[in-house]
């Protein structure tokens, strides 16, 4: 008799000081930051839920007891939330020891401050399918260089230059599928990063997985002036992130 499939999971971390986003983030997390009608937190528990999260775990650590008053146990969003605090910062990754317990097999990860429209579900179905221990939701990111680039040869000659470049990358949208064997690349109560994990797993050979969001839409609020970009966007395009707000959703047939 086949047992009845684990609760679909993920780990929400808030623990962070959001130092980049000060002064806003003195007085109040960065995950409950608002947007538009919520905060960033509550958003993307909406989200979770649409797309089939059944349990979330939050690892708080600054001022978590006011992401614990806002959120509560998430019944209002159709979630059941648990909470684990972290006495010190633990980085990205770290946290996980902490509720390794409450860990199934495969599980999301993301960071509290995320304002996409990604698809949970088919990310954490690709990552599945792959049997990969970590795949990286990434994002198609346009940087501009506002200054002349020059390139040189080995005399110090200009060979090339180009005038305020942009260069295109793929960049980490914060957001990954995890295999509970992320765990062997670090030690309880140890702080360790993403970044961390992906070389500590390139150095193995453990082969990391993407999954390319780059037709969708990602918000970064780093600093205020992102914040004050990411506040106009959303508000202006709220029915591509909470699509079941409206009687016709856009992002269809994306």
């Known amino acids: 008799m086949s047992s009845a499939p684990a609760t679909l999971t993920a780990v929400l971390l808030a623990g ?21 009608k919520e905060s960033i937190a509550e958003i993307l528990l909406r989200q979770l839920a649409h797309r089939g ?3 979330v775990i939050v690892s708080v650590g600054y001022l978590g007891h006011l992401i614990q008053a806002v959120l509560g146990d998430g019944g209002r969003y159709g979630l059941e939330i648990t909470y684990q ?12 020891w902490l509720v390794e317990a409450q860990l199934p097999e495969n599980f999301l990860v993301l960071n509290g401050d995320v304002l996409s429209d990604i698809d949970f579900a088919a990310l954490f179905a690709a990552h599945q399918r792959s049997g990969r221990t970590l795949t ?5 990111k346009q940087v501009r260089v506002d200054l002349g680039v020059l390139q040189t040869g080995p005399d110090g000659d200009v060979t090339r230059f180009v005038e305020k470049p942009t260069y295109d990358f ?6 990954y599928a995890m295999n509970r064997k992320v765990l062997q690349y670090f030690a309880p109560g140890t702080a360790f ?5 992906v070389l500590a ?11 390319s969001w780059a037709h969708g839409r990602w918000l970064d609020i780093g600093r205020p002036s992102d914040y004050a970009v990411a506040q106009e966007r959303f508000a202006a395009e709220r029915a591509y992130y909470l699509p079941w707000e409206s009687a016709a959703d856009p992002a269809a047939g994306r």
């Not at 962070?16 to 538009?36: E, F, H, Q």
């Open 193 to 197: 990063g993403f970044d961390q994990l």
């Open 136 to 140: 990286v939701a990434t994002y198609a």
């Open 16 to 36: 962070g000081l959001g130092s980049r986003l000060a002064p806003l983030t003195a007085v109040i997390p960065k995950p409950l930051v608002p947007i538009d």
């Open 53 to 55: 999260v059944g349990r």
């Open 201 to 211: 797993m390139l150095a193995k050979g453990d082969p990391v997985g993407t999954f």
């Open 170 to 175: 793929e960049v980490s949208m914060g957001v």
């Open 85 to 96: 605090r972290e006495e010190a910062p633990l980085g990205t990754v770290g946290p996980l």
